[in-house]
């Protein structure tokens, strides 16, 4: 799993670079979707693994796919709403439509973060947990990402999370077929 954390802080290194790289007359809001886009596609390696029976790739991809995140938010609210709830709720409004909407982010963040953690602290204690609990997890932490790659986005990065969410979807309905024989 070395080769994971190096990969994850190497595409974390380039998104903090990509404005050099990729010049925008908004540099903070590209390394801010950049560190999200780092976050999505370590969920992406998760979730992939989970339907693959991956544990530990699953587990390593869940955590840093959540660490990124972490990363994602702190960079939002230094670089784009100055530290600032009632900042972040108007950008939220302005894209969204919905401004409250970013208390659903603050809820994402919150579950992502505390299943991270718990699954990396103590794996047995996370994989006798309940079945229903884990897929509400998995299932709203799917819905945000599906919503902030497929609804909110466009172009490149929709059409790419619009081929995540088939290949999950047919890794899903193999995982159910194993399961009915």
Same mark, same amino acid.
């Not at 939002?76 to 900042?87: C, L, N, T, Y």
């Given at each position: =799993?070395?080769?994971?954390?190096? &990969?994850?802080?190497?595409?974390?290194?380039?998104? !903090?670079?990509?404005?050099?790289?990729?010049?925008?007359?908004?540099?903070?809001? *590209?390394?801010?979707?950049?560190?999200?886009?780092?976050?999505?596609?370590? +969920?992406?390696?998760?979730?992939?693994?989970? =339907?693959?029976?991956?544990?530990?790739?699953?587990? +390593?991809?869940?955590?840093? %796919?959540?660490?990124? !995140?972490?990363?994602?938010?702190?960079?939002? !609210?230094?670089?784009?709403?100055?530290?600032?709830?009632? &900042? &972040?709720?108007?950008?939220?409004?302005? $894209?969204?439509?919905?401004g409250p909407g970013l208390f659903v982010s603050y809820a994402f963040t919150l579950v992502w *973060? #505390?299943?991270?953690?718990?699954?990396? &602290?103590?794996?047995a204690s996370y994989h006798a947990r309940p079945a229903p609990l884990d897929r509400a997890v998995?299932?709203?932490?799917? !819905?945000?990402?599906?919503? %902030? #790659? $497929? *609804?909110?986005?466009? %172009?490149?990065?929709? +059409? #790419?999370?619009?081929?995540?969410?088939?290949?999950? %979807?047919?890794?899903?309905?193999?995982?159910?077929?194993?399961?009915?024989?």
């Amino acid at each position: =799993m070395l080769g994971l954390g190096v &990969a994850w802080a190497v595409l974390l290194a380039a998104a !903090f670079l990509a404005p050099r790289l990729l010049p925008d007359d908004d540099p903070a809001d *590209v390394v801010t979707r950049q560190t999200a886009r780092v976050a999505v596609l370590f +969920w992406a390696l998760a979730a992939g693994a989970i =339907m693959l029976r991956r544990r530990e790739l699953a587990r +390593w991809a869940w955590v840093l %796919g959540a660490a990124a !995140f972490c990363v994602h938010v702190a960079t939002a !609210f230094d670089r784009v709403h100055g530290w600032s709830h009632a &900042a &972040a709720v108007r950008h939220v409004e302005a $894209v969204s439509g919905f401004g409250p909407g970013l208390f659903v982010s603050y809820a994402f963040t919150l579950v992502w *973060v #505390t299943d991270a953690v718990w699954w990396a &602290a103590a794996p047995a204690s996370y994989h006798a947990r309940p079945a229903p609990l884990d897929r509400a997890v998995h299932a709203f932490v799917a !819905f945000v990402v599906f919503n %902030g #790659t $497929v *609804v909110y986005e466009s %172009g490149f990065i929709r +059409w #790419t999370g619009v081929v995540v969410f088939v290949v999950l %979807g047919v890794l899903a309905a193999g995982r159910v077929a194993r399961r009915e024989h």
